[in-house]
């Protein structure tokens, strides 16, 4: 059974680029101190319970320093989205991508994983769909974990 992916990392600090089509470059989400930054997979079979219940793992994992979570410390988070996370590599020289979600299903996912958190009370900063992004972070341990749901 494929299950919604995420790659959570404890950071101090990340931020999100894009370039735009008139090649100006620009951060579209950004957050500073201690907080998680989540890159977010979703394939073909997740559902919004799905989304939902990831957002509640990610306010409540005891990932942040003296076990914590975002929710005990009001910590933010920057969620991004990566199909990339259902690559798969083991045949041949170029991976595959039939795992993941077309856009029309994961954006949506996507969307419901922020829109969850927010309304968890959580301060939320995000890449942009479909974008060609410059992520950049200080992973804080380092410290980063696979969640499936």
Known sequence: MVRMRAVVQRVDGASVVVTDDDGETRTVGEITGEGLCVLVGVTHEDT???????????????????EKSCSDLAAPLL?????????????????????????????????????????????????????RMRVSLTNDGPFTVLLEI
């Open 48 to 66: 919004k319970e799905k989304a939902a219940q990831l957002a509640r793992k990610l306010w409540s994992v005891r990932m942040l320093h003296d």
């Open 79 to 131: 969620v991004i989205s990566q199909f990339t996370l259902y690559g798969d590599a083991r045949k041949g020289r170029r991976p595959t991508w039939n795992a993941a979600a077309p856009s029309d299903v994961a954006e949506p996912l996507v969307d419901e994983v922020v829109a969850q958190l927010r309304a968890l009370g959580a301060t939320v900063a995000t890449g942009r769909f479909g974008a």
